[in-house]
């Protein structure tokens, strides 16, 4: 299973804007490019800067397939909607994680 994790620093004046604009247009625009299985939208407790609120958006793609085809059909056209939309205001890094292993609590 593949992982594409965005995490973003978001200036705190617009955070409910962006949060807002993220469930309503990014995501679902993303989510309908049949890439992924999944999504799930994470704030960060720890370690946000001064002024910011960091957030993780976890894409888990149907395949490595899935999400390199995302990648270069989609990924560029989506990302700069968000940059014109926010310019200045956020920052962002991208990260592919493939999950190994996993466990479950039995009880």
Known sequence: MII?????SIDAS????WLSWMRSKHIPDVMSTKAFRECKLSRLMTGEEQGGKAYS???TAFSSEHLAQYQKMHAA????EHTRKYQGKFAAFRTELKIIEEFRHEG
């Open 57 to 59: 958006v976890m894409y």
């Open 77 to 80: 056209g989506l990302q700069e």
């Open 4 to 8: 594409y994790n965005v995490t973003v």
């Open 14 to 17: 617009i955070e409910q804007e």
